[in-house]
């Protein structure tokens, strides 16, 4: 017997859910209203919400100031380096750890979890003075291995869930039909294992855009991501809310939509494959 | 299959990551408990000493310590009960059939995606401030008096700041947690007559449970660790009323120079996240047996 919903019931909870979706995303749209504002009209009291005069100018100066691009190419080198980096030695380790466990795979597993653990704060002053004796302070390359390395437990593990459900009597299938061990991962491994891995790409180029503890303390100008950029409005530039608004939105935009992409693979990272 | 051979090349191709990983965590861990050793200011070079378990013995009994510790404690336990509920509640209105309910779900999980600098700068801006910000609309909407939320309310700001950040990950996990509930149960329950409300204590929240507990895990090791929220809206002020551990590590270290002291505090917030940890890396590991 299919479970019967009435209309009465299906309206209420569309209007429930529709008025906690609207709550919740209300700050993101109002940065995104406020982005399209003059200056004069972000600070108005009572606000105008749709009714006001829309214009780009924001877009405009912030895309005029010279360093938005290099702060923005810089998250982009910093979440693909990192990631590239990542997957260079996490696929092989993955891999290794699905198809060949050994008595130790378990207990590496856990210990490479057990890292992710730490608090930055506990190695903040080592790695602070590392990269100061060693020039790697501001330098795009010391932030990608500090990022790189900060994801790495998470790329391995979610590499590792996929990888495991990739069904073995297959391989043995294509053993069977003659293929060799380089055509059997091309052919056969490669194309399973593909969906797993683009999911991790996405999820570690979100984590490394997203980053705000090493990205503030180990970078001034040079190396400086987004996440720095929005940070120098805290003061004294807080006062341009329009401008505020409009360079917030360039800079979480193309996560947002990387994200709702991926929703149901987040879910599997984020959770070291507990909640599936 | 799995000969000796291939069991060789598979601890070829897992080491670089052990060895990896080694060198980012346990040396650096090991340096910072050497340091937690030393009397060692970047202010004054040349003048490093052993002081065994002085740095520990000075923070531990700093009254500041104690207020950092418990506005860590007050801000991880009040955002971890608002996410978890909110979270729960969240999951089960959207796991139901309405109209909209793709665009929906995206609204609720987008705050996730949002950077913590920007999160923190629209929140302080654009709805916190006291004289042009949008709460303070509403209060003079409903005429009362507009709150200056991070002046005279930095802690419950932050707090309320850092929820709305994490409630759509509850929302995410638990959403797909309800969603793989046995729809034949809940109808089998239905019918012997059960209510919406024993229906959630009975069939839904103990179906739940395991994702609430790896909610509870994932973000507390997070959130004891909430540091750019704060550094942008409050600096850690008003005094010290929004210093949680980790930025008081920060201002001993970067802003004080005093490197053997914030190594201390460094070494007594790995000791807290451990506790977590222990929990979460056995709950995982049961996982990995099933």
Known sequence: MARHITTQRKILVTGGAWLAAFIIFFPVLWMFLTSFKSELDAFSQPPSFLFFEWTTENYATVLERSDYFRFALNSVWLSLGSTALGLLVAVPAAWGMAFSPTKHTRGTLLWMLSTKMMPPVGVLIPIYLIFRDWGLLDTRFGLICILFLMNLPIIIWMLYTYFKDIPMDILEAARMDGATLGKEILYVLMPMAIPGIASTVLLNIILSW???????????????????????????????????SAASTMAIAPIIILGWFSQKQLVRGLTFGAVK | MATKQTKTLATFMVAPSVIMLFLWMIVPLCMTIYFSTLRYNLLDPGNEAFVGLENYIYFLTDPDFFTALGNTLILVGSVLFITVVGGVLLAILLDQPFFGQGIARLMVIAPFFVMPTVSALIWKNLLMNPVSGFFAYLAKLVGVEPIDWLGDHALLSIIILVAWQWLPFATLILLTAVGSLDGERKEAAEMDGAGPISLFYYIILPHLARAITVVILIETIFLLSIFAEIFVTTGGGPGLDTTNIAFLVYSQALLQFDIGGASAGGIVAVILANIVAIFLVRMVGKNLDA
């Open chain 1, 210 to 244: 997203n980053e705000a503890f090493w990205t503030l303390n180990l970078t001034t100008i040079d190396a400086a991501p987004l996440t720095a950029f929005i940070a120098s409005y805290s003061s004294p530039e807080g006062l341009f809310w329009a401008k505020l």
